[in-house]
Nanobody, 115 residues
Framework: QVQLVEFGGGLVQAGGSLRLSCAASGRTFSNNVMGWYRQAPGKQRELVAVITSGGSTNYADSVKGRFTISRDNGKNTVYLQMNSVKPEDTAVYYC?????????WGQGTQVVVSS
């Protein structure tokens, strides 16, 4: 079992920055994928960015050039640096940890971008 704890959500003005972090604990293996997904009201959950334990990344087109995902393998922690945020980035952001055939989710952290 893997537990995820997220930090860093909140209220930010459009054009500003915010940093999310998520720490994984429990039965983790070195080969895994960590990432962030988000869900806005009335919409489906969507991928924001993911990063493998080897450092390969993938981003949603809507956040490319504005968000940066990174990780610290020694701390089993993933970060999402959000720059130049827009009102449409408002959502609950969920941390995801994937290893073997299992998916684990954080409790979600609210991000609100005011215009």
């Amino acid at each position: 079992q893997v537990q995820l704890v997220e930090f860093g959500g909140g209220l930010v003005q459009a054009g500003g920055s915010l940093r999310l972090s998520c720490a994984a604990s429990g039965r983790t293996f070195s080969n895994n994928v960590m990432g962030w997904y988000r869900q806005a009201p009335g919409k489906q959950r969507e991928l924001v960015a993911v990063i493998t334990s080897g450092g390969s990344t993938n981003y949603a087109d809507s956040v490319k050039g504005r968000f940066t995902i990174s990780r610290d393998n020694g701390k089993n922690t993933v970060y999402l640096q959000m720059n130049s945020v827009k009102p449409e980035d408002t959502a609950v952001y969920y941390c995801n940890f994937r290893q073997l055939v299992y998916d684990y989710w954080g409790q979600g952290t609210q991000v609100v971008v005011s215009s």
